[in-house]
């Protein structure tokens, strides 16, 4: 059984970091994937970025190329996204998503299972 519980979102001034995380059970073992979602208010929710849980690999949305990383630390079951030069259009609830699949995708319809999610919100 797959669950993924999001933590450190927060307000924070344009220009600013944050770092979330994701704790995921149920992850290590298997073709897993886990990413990034985000929605805003009146938008659809988007993809953010994602990494394969086994080999690190990762893919970023390029909005959010150069100034995000995703990482994960297999120990600690536990996934994260740093995230840097914050701009006041990042403001979201940020999802931590997971995926079982053979070759990643960008798509929500292919991630089965989903945190609860996190407010970021940057302001200008």
């Known amino acids: 059984q797959v669950q993924l519980v999001e933590s450190g979102g927060g307000l924070v001034q344009a220009g600013g970091s944050l770092r979330l995380s994701c704790a995921a059970s149920?992850?290590?073992?298997?073709?897993?994937?886990l990413g990034w979602f985000r929605q805003a208010p009146g938008k659809e929710r988007e993809f953010v970025t994602y990494?394969?849980?086994?080999?690190?690999?990762?893919y970023y949305a390029d909005s959010v190329k150069g100034r995000f990383t995703i990482s994960r630390d297999n120990a600690k079951n536990t996934m994260y996204l740093q995230m840097n030069s914050l701009k006041p259009e990042d403001t979201a609830f940020y999802y931590c998503?997971?995926?079982?699949?053979?070759?990643?995708?960008?798509?929500?319809?292919?991630?089965?299972?989903w945190g609860q999610g996190t407010q970021v919100t940057v302001s200008s």
């Open positions: 998503a997971a995926q079982a699949r053979l070759l990643p995708t960008t798509r929500i319809r292919d991630y089965g299972y």
């Open positions: 149920g992850v290590t073992s298997g073709r897993y994937v």
């Open positions: 990494i394969i849980w086994t080999s690190g690999i990762t």
